[in-house]
């Protein structure tokens, strides 16, 4: 099984700061990773994704995701963050082999103040 | 779009209640989940259906059952409410064999339950 880390809980940034949230996960086989964004009192929605292929990914709303293997880390990045940004973010993976199964970080609350 | 929607966004129920919690996907999902979400615990899973009538027990089943008679429909259903159930229920769908080999979920908005 699976274990994702999200070390951190809060992220406090200013407005059109860069920010970085983390996860890594525990397992070293073939994986799918996932970004989820939750706005307050909602359901969570898909940011970004990485299946295969670059390392690199774009999402949603000006994110982006780097996967890196030998660090089995997909932190999520944005060079510029809006006050709209602020809610709060799952890092989830699931394995190839059981790609039905989802496991999920403890989530990371942004707060982007002005 | 794939729409997932909870009929009920927030309920207060008492201590030993029945409680019955609603979700339908409209994309024709072959799989659906239930997880409750409590604050630094992130999502954790309590049930999950891969085809009509058939079901799984994900990380906390206890206290809790579900029901899928229909593709479209899954319910999860709290036989005897508590306390410690008082939390936000997210339901969520996914297509099930998909050929890039990886399944997105799809999450509903949610329904946030208060056992008094």
């Known amino acids: 099984a699976q274990s994702v880390t999200q070390l951190d809980s809060q992220v406090p940034v200013f407005e059109e700061a860069p920010v970085e949230l983390r996860c890594n996960y525990s397992?070293?086989?073939?994986?799918?990773l996932f970004w989820y964004v939750q706005y307050p009192n909602q359901g969570l929605q898909l940011l970004l994704k990485?299946?295969?292929?670059?390392?690199l990914v774009k999402g949603i709303n000006g994110f982006e995701a780097e996967f890196n293997k030998s660090q089995t880390s997909f932190h999520l990045r944005k060079p510029s963050v809006h006050i709209s940004d602020t809610a709060e973010y799952f890092c989830?993976?699931?394995?190839?082999?059981?790609?039905?199964?989802?496991?999920f970080g403890s989530g990371t609350k942004l707060n982007v103040k002005p | 779009d794939v729409k997932v929607t909870q009929s009920s966004r927030y309920l207060v129920k008492r201590t030993g209640e029945k409680v019955f919690l609603e979700c339908v996907q409209d994309m024709d999902h072959e799989n659906m989940f239930w997880y409750r979400q409590d604050p630094g615990l992130g999502l954790r899973l309590i049930y999950f259906s891969y085809d009509v009538k058939m079901k799984e027990k994900g990380d906390i089943p206890e206290g809790y059952s579900v029901s899928r008679e229909k593709k479209e429909r899954f319910s999860l259903i709290l036989e005897s409410a508590s306390t410690n159930q008082t939390s936000m229920y997210l339901c969520a769908s996914s297509p099930g064999t998909v050929p890039s080999g990886a399944n997105v979920l799809t999450f509903g908005a949610g329904s946030r339950l208060t056992v008094l």
């Open positions: 397992s070293s086989v073939s994986v799918y």
């Open positions: 989830a993976v699931s394995e190839h082999k059981d790609f039905n199964k989802f496991y």
């Open positions: 990485y299946l295969s292929g670059s390392t």
